[in-house]
């Protein structure tokens, strides 16, 4: 089944912007990715995924950059910004306006799924996009870098992370990445993720605006849970899927208890929509299997991350998803 995921359609303005500037016309934009520019209005309303994926390549393509995601907010929207990220500038400090980012971002896209971690020096914030056939480079590249952007603006302009990791290859010369983020960049890593100091995170925003902050989070409240009443079961098993796969704490009763749901309802439910946990977890594992080859990680990074604790156990997965080694089939594969 293929599931139809929304993002906000503030990146459109933004890529819509970039491909104007390097003179791509209204008309070939339409042609090539089914945007209609003169049709995309408010940056809060909300896009299918796949049609703005193929903005990314687009814009990738016509400016050159394999690193334009990291660098596009420098230049295009630098003033646009979804009413989610209104919360997150209304906090109290850095670290309430990560959390507050976490907690709403699923409202900017469906498929962002952000973790925060913390001890008493440094905070790291994981991302993963839980959408199994809207895998990219472009989106943890976007929204990693965003999230420095935006804290060069609100913190410091020096404000840089201790070190950030890629599960890609990258695309490029590594020193652009470690020029933009001031940091060593790792990449063919086991995450998606940015280390950053916990200190300057604790600076009290001057602007911060407790009333309206209040009101705002009411609101993505109440977004939130319409968005997740309105959401497929399936929908949201393979999101929980993809969370925990490299956790190892997978199984359908954990995923029934973090939906809330009992375990003979979440069975009839799957069952009603066509599918089984079994059939879903298969599925994402080899999806997600084909995506990080092709990114180019290795064969004991791909099996940590679709959930095997052993090597062995996943090549001979790999064999019946496939029908032949995993290294014929990576030797097919054109980076």
Known sequence: MVLKIMTAAVVVHVLLDCLRDHGVTPE???????????????????????????????AVKVTGDPALAIHLRRTYGRNLTHFSNYICLNSVNGLESLENFIRYARLICEAHQFELKKDSEFVTINYLNTSLANQNIWMPEYNLSSLIYFGRRLIHKSFNPEEVRFQHRCPTKIKVYEDFFGSPVLFEQNENSVTLKKQPLL???????????????????????????????????????????????????????????????????LKEEGTSFKTLLINIRKSLTETYLKQGLNASQIAYLVGYSDISSFQHAFKLWFGESLGKYRAKIVY
Request: hydrophobic share 35%; with cysteine.
């Open 203 to 269: 600076k009290p925003f001057t602007s911060s605006d407790p009333h309206l902050l209040a009101v705002l989070k009411k609101q993505a409240d109440l977004d939130l849970k319409c968005l997740s009443d309105g959401r497929q079961i399936t929908t949201r098993v393979q999101q929980n899927i993809i969370k925990h796969l490299p956790t190892g704490n997978l199984n359908f009763d954990s995923i029934a208890d973090e939906l809330k749901i009992s375990r003979s309802s979440l069975y009839r439910s």
């Open 28 to 58: 070939e934009i339409e042609k090539k990715t089914g945007i209609e520019p003169s049709r995309v209005g408010d940056p809060e309303l909300q896009t299918p995924l796949r049609s703005v994926l193929m903005l990314w390549e687009l």
